[in-house]
């Protein structure tokens, strides 16, 4: 390799030497006296230009002086011709070749000061193309819907604008209901919201289609919360639901787990918690080991080594009910997560606002 | 909730716990009573629970008591509140005007009552879980909420007029100055405690300023009801307050507890020696409601969970909780509820409680066996071909709220436009919905602009919300929208290249390409409506004759009111209607093996005329072959007449079967020509 690489390097950008033609000592002592004149004369050749001089005056058709011993040989007597013919010969030969050799030096010489002369500094900065980005939360929002698209979801997507009916009533949240309390709601009127959560696409898909279903829901979401570095009146959650003969909650364990490993790292451990949410039961909290200190204890974890990640559980028999399906027939499984929340664990980004204000600066870097 | 370790093993026995502190946090975890935080104090040890809205029997040390004892196996032994035997006579009326909102009411006088400070014990007891110690009677009321979770209110008897208790709802006009303070009006939805003539304290809130406990308090009567849900919630709701008393009842109180709890307090203010029992105990119930035994099947505990349990281990947990098995049979039971438990209303609710002691963490993890639907969902598939065009013409994702108000959208049209208002905003800022997302975009840059990044192309997909036209709120529609704006150079990145500042062009050419991608032409026409863009810079936007949005220059005004000072370009695209557009699928056109000839045309024309009616005229020229119409010269200088411009076009012909011949093209282009001169009075040249 080191020897190619050597060869390489001085076939092209060393200077070729002009090195005199060798010639056989028979040669020299039969050479025409031209000869050595033409050797002389094409030491001193150093361009193309000069060597076509050269050339011409020695081959030319009219005037080369080869050409014009040629014409003398005519004046020759019989006996001497044949002997001078051939001499000559040997010349034009030895001319033709020796110009030819010194082209192919000059055009190397030539290629070697061009190559030269258009060097460039690499180091330069190169001319960068300038693309956008996507938003960090799309970013993170795609890798999730990737991997739930390999386990065989769908995404169903759904309005900002919600009536009361599919954002709380349907799942099991009638007026009055104290879960209402924690979810404070953006009103238009008594029955139209901003949507408190990705929740009522479960509904509205169930109500366009029969089980089984698979889906992820990504969206905006809104509450009623002042902004501050973990709060923000529009955050972005990912429902999902799975609903099917034969679904239990040790299948919403290993969706989840294999999800969440995907999504963080194969040494995440998970863990289930009980927990309420008024459309799942048995309901639970999903929290998985601080993939920053792996569970030790850190400022991200609290110290505790757990973080929670998302909301889960069995669908409510009377969520079922509401859309036609049969719980003694079709079981489910449902979860949401804050997707601002993932992208911050993910990305180590400690204030939720920044999100939201489109400096180049932070949208460059995803 | 904050629970002193010691005050919940006073109702464990045994008292001392099998297991250490940490085990017991991680139990209590486990079970669905997450532990926030531990504070240690002096021997003891207060955890911080956070108790969702579903378990209000949690809120009490009795009550996580028993959650502890089913989970580690003990038996729970609660206080002493049998009936108390009181020494004098006393005479109190109650009576309750409307049961459906008060199923129940417990009364009892205390009399010859001490109003002083608590001893010790009950005021260390309070101050460990964070409740300030008033006085002895006060005291003792906050320590059976704590103990037993049931909220009991002190009246000072001799401030009732009349003697007498009526709970009724409150009269139109009628106030209350409640403990905190404020003069409260109250409407004739909200249910009040009365004397003879006017409200005394606000059900299950907060009690009035007027017969607050007193020093000079010598008879007490002691309160202790259930109020229904959505009559508390309701009223808290409307006043904006939230006691420990409304927080209990709002979620659920036991309608069984009223007397026990009532029974604690007296026995405890004797203890106290603080007053003595007087009178009869009264107790209304009139709401009293019969809960219906749920019948529970083995099976479907394993269809919920994926797990098969043992009989004797349900029958096992579900009696350590509380519930009263009523029937059993080898694969189900019929199984009674207790009265604290309101959340427990199904089976699936008694198999939450089975798994939930059980553990999650014993349940196998697995993978349920694909159940393939029957449709795939629709999902715009064009958005990421927009956004991958958009990122490759260097535009970065922005993500704004949807929240605007008329007066920054007012600033941008130029005009009000009817805008969504939402009926609770939290700040001015946030008080109605975008029309546009126009007012965020230019609001991000002109952050960035302050932030010193002077090179800033963003663009947003986003819904807006535009109101109906009947005036009605929920006419409204939800409409996806692509927003850009652009500032800076058009080639930034390229250091040795001229320093171009972005125009139009650039602006233009990035949409066409973008919609190139989808399989569709759009049209850019001049416009003229919008005034916030350049009047001279802006075009209407069409796909198939139909509008869909706008693009062009910010106009100088806003650009000064917004102190810009570079150029802005910006557009809005309704993306709706690309959404509904098919998914463009390419299909292959074969190549054809003979050459296209490709054809210059120069020629002179008014500066007026627009290109693209030009271009649409050669287009409609009757000739198969034409394949391509390019401008590649545009010349407008002094060497020509006044007025004109020099375009030069590039026509390109090609057939796919053979060769065209000099004479067909000349003639194709004496065509264009002709029609050129005749349509838009262009004058050749050569």
Redesign the interface.
Known sequence: MKKGRAFFISSLFLPVRLSPLKMTTAMLENAHPLWEQFRQELQSVSSLGQWTQLRDRYLSRQRGLITLEVKKLGRLSAEERPSAGQRLNVLKVQVEKALENHYQLLKEQERFRQLQSERIDVTL?G?????????P??RIQREMEEIFMRM?F????G???EWDYYNFEALNMPP?H??R??QDT????E??L?RTHTSPVQIR?MQQ???????VVPG?V?R???VDATHS??FHQMEGL?V????????L???L??FLKELFSPQTRV??????F?FV?????VVISCIFCSGTGCRVCKQNGWIEVMGAG?V???VLQKVGYDPETY?GFAWGMGIDRIAMLKYQIDDLRI???????F??QF | MRISLNWLKEYLNPPDLPVLEQELIHRL????L?VESTEKQGDDVILDLEI????PDCLNHLGVAREVAAQLELSVQPPESSHVVGLEMGKVEVSIENPEECPRYAARLVKDVTVAESPRWLRQRLEAVGQRPINNLVDVTNYVLLELGHPLHAFDYHKLQGGCIVVRLAREGETLQTLDGIKRALDASMLAICDASRPVALAGIMGGTESEISTATRTVLLESAYFK??SI??TAKKLGMRTEASYRF??GADPEIPVKALNRACRLIEQLNAGKTAGPLIDLYPGRVERQPIRLRRQRIK?????SFEPAFVEGLLTLLGFEIVSSQPEEWVVQPPTFRADIE????L??EI??HYG??R???????????????N?PRQESVL?EG??????????????STPVQEAEFWGESRPM????????EE?SH?RTTLMAGLLT?LR??FN?G?H?????EI??V?IPGTSGR??D?R?SNRLGLVASGVS???????ARDELNFLNIKGMLESFFSELGIEADFRPATGFGFLHPGVSAELSINEQPVGWAGELHPRLKDSFKFVQRVFLAELNLDPVYALPFPEPFYEPLSRFPAVERDISFLIDKTKEYGKLKRAIKSVNCPDLKDIQLIDLYQGSRLPEGKVSLTIRLAFQNPERTLTQQEVNQYCESVLALLRSRFAAEGRS
């Open positions: 900065p001319y960068y193309p300038r693309r956008g980005r996507i938003h939360l799309r065989g769908q995404v169903a997507l309005p900002e604008l009055g104290p879960a309390d924690t953006l009103y238009i009127t029955n139209l901003l898909t289609q029969p089980p089984p279903v698979r889906i905006k809104f009623r919360d002042a009146p529009m799975v099917d003969a034969g679904i239990t909650f040790a299948d364990k290993g969706t787990e294999a863990r289930f918690q009980p927990s309420y008024p039961e048995p309901g639970a909290e069995m409510h028999p009377k079981t999100f939201f204000e489109n400096d180049v600066r949208l460059s | 975890t486990m079970i669905g997450p969702t809205t579903n378990r849900p959505f919630r309701a709002e979620r269809q919920v969970i994926g797990v199904i089976e699936d609710d198999v939450e798994v939930r999650y963490e349940i196998p993890s697995t993978y349920p066996s694909p159940g393939l639907p029957e449709k795939a969902l999902y956004i958009l990122t490759a013409s260097g535009f970065s994702e922005a993500v704004n709220y949807i929240f969504i208002p939402i009926a609770n905003p939290l700040t946030d919905l991000s952050r960035n932030y990044n090179e800033v192309r963003l663009f986003g819904k919300f709120l929920e409204f939800e080639y930034a990145a390229y250091w040795s290249a």
